[in-house]
Nanobody
Framework: QLQASGGGSVQAGGSLRLSCAASGRTFSTYAMGWSRQAPGKARDAVAAIMGHGSSTSYVDSVKGRFTISRDNAKNTAYLQMNDLKPEDTAVYYC??????????????WGRGTLVTVSS
């Protein structure tokens, strides 16, 4: 199971850190990803990290602002979001994948956490 948290309301330029806590003993074998779904839009991948954190990838719109990381000892993945913009407003989901990457197939999904950025 995956549990995302850390969403909230911030002004443009602000920061938030999302956390995704996973249960189970095989966390490090899964790549982790964050996706988001804005109102009226499809869900899109935002960032991904491989099992041992050796490789990360980002969608162009968040490069340089968002950082994905993980702590396998704590079974937790993170998404640090800086310089937030109103267009970042969305429900953010974490997910686990055996293949990984922004376009990989994600097998397990957590409930979303809402991020609202005001101008």
């Amino acid at each position: 199971q995956l549990q995302a948290s850390g969403g909230g309301s911030v002004q443009a330029g602000g920061s938030l850190r999302l956390s995704c806590a996973a249960s189970g003993r095989t966390f490090s074998t899964y790549a982790m990803g964050w996706s988001r779904q804005a109102p009226g839009k499809a869900r899109d991948a935002v960032a991904a990290i491989m099992g041992h954190g050796s490789s990360t990838s980002y969608v162009d719109s968040v490069k340089g602002r968002f950082t994905i990381s993980r702590d396998n000892a704590k079974n937790t993945a993170y998404l640090q979001m800086n310089d937030l913009k109103p267009e970042d407003t969305a429900v953010y989901y974490c997910a686990a994948s055996l293949t990984g990457g922004l376009k990989g197939k994600y097998d397990y999904w957590g409930r979303g956490t809402l991020v609202t950025v005001s101008s």
